[in-house]
Nanobody, 122 residues
Framework: VQLQASGGGLVQAGGSLRLSCAAS????????MGWFRQAPGKEREFVAA???????TYADSMKGRFTISRDNAKNTVYLQMNSLRPEDTAVYYC?????????????????WGQGTLVTVSS
């Protein structure tokens, strides 16, 4: 099983990026999937998650700015990030779990991608 995250890069504050996470090795259409991030010197934190049925959960600081979505036909989950701030700078990781819910606890996710770096300049 492999999760391949992509779409990171350098963007100015107020800009947008769309991250993608393509899964291979098994289908995740009945699984919850999430995005987490880790900034330098900080612990990994929850960003957003989506259940097998499309229900979504967001960290408070991402609500209204970030949107998580999924395309089960492509076995891919997306994270649309708008109104980016310098404090959003981090490595973003996608994750998948066997169960269908969308919890914010990273310990409940079994599979992890390699991460993609997002840098927001002021």
């Amino acid at each position: 099983v492999q999760l391949q995250a992509s779409g990171g890069g350098l963007v100015q504050a107020g800009g947008s990026l769309r991250l993608s996470c393509a899964a291979s090795g098994r289908t995740f259409s009945s699984s919850g999937m999430g995005w987490f991030r880790q900034a330098p010197g900080k612990e990994r934190e929850f960003v957003a998650a989506i259940s097998w049925s499309g229900g979504s959960t967001y960290a408070d600081s991402m609500k209204g700015r970030f949107t998580i979505s999924r395309d089960n036909a492509k076995n891919t989950v997306y994270l649309q990030m708008n109104s980016l701030r310098p404090e959003d700078t981090a490595v973003y990781y996608c994750a998948a779990r066997l169960a269908g819910g969308s919890p914010p606890d990273p310990r409940l996710y079994l599979y992890w991608g390699q991460g993609t770096l997002v840098t927001v300049s002021s």
